[in-house]
Structure formats: C-alpha cells, structure tokens
C-alpha cells in the first residue's frame, strides 16, 4: 500500500517533514501514521484530510490515498 503525506503550516515546521510517500502493508489510519512518522504529540484538534476531504483520524486508508494534516483552524 503507497500512501502520500503531506504536511501543512506550523505542522511542517514542528514535525521537520514537508511530504513523504509510505509503503505499508497493514491497515493504517491517519492516527497511525501521524504516531509512526513523529515524535510529536497529536496536537489538540489536528484536522487531516484524505484525498482532499476533510475526515476523521480513524479513518481506514486505502492504497493511493494522500493524507494531509493541518492544524487546528482559527478565524476573527
């Protein structure tokens, strides 16, 4: 299973990695990976994303999927 990371804002900065592609042979969810990939702790409300949709971390991936996480959104 080929996965695509991808990560946004301040995420980029505190987890060092812009995007990187993931070969994984067990079911993975966005939770998942974000624990294999960091040693950062899951900000509060991280939001991610699969395949352009807003989604949940518990999500099941499929091969091809792209996740990409942000972080929580703010606004004024």
Request: proline letters at 12%; glycine letters at 0%.
């Given at each position: 299973m080929t996965i695509k990371v991808r990560f946004f804002a301040s995420l980029r900065e505190s987890v060092k990695l812009n995007e990187v592609d993931l070969e994984w042979a067990d079911t993975q969810?966005?939770?998942?990976?974000?624990?294999?990939?960091?040693?950062?702790?899951?900000?509060?409300?991280l939001l991610c994303a699969i395949n352009q949709e807003y989604s949940t971390l518990d999500t099941d991936l499929n091969d091809g999927d792209e996740v990409a996480f942000f972080p929580p959104v703010t606004g004024g």
């Open positions: 969810t966005p939770h998942t990976i974000w624990a294999q990939l960091t040693t950062e702790a899951e900000p509060d409300n």
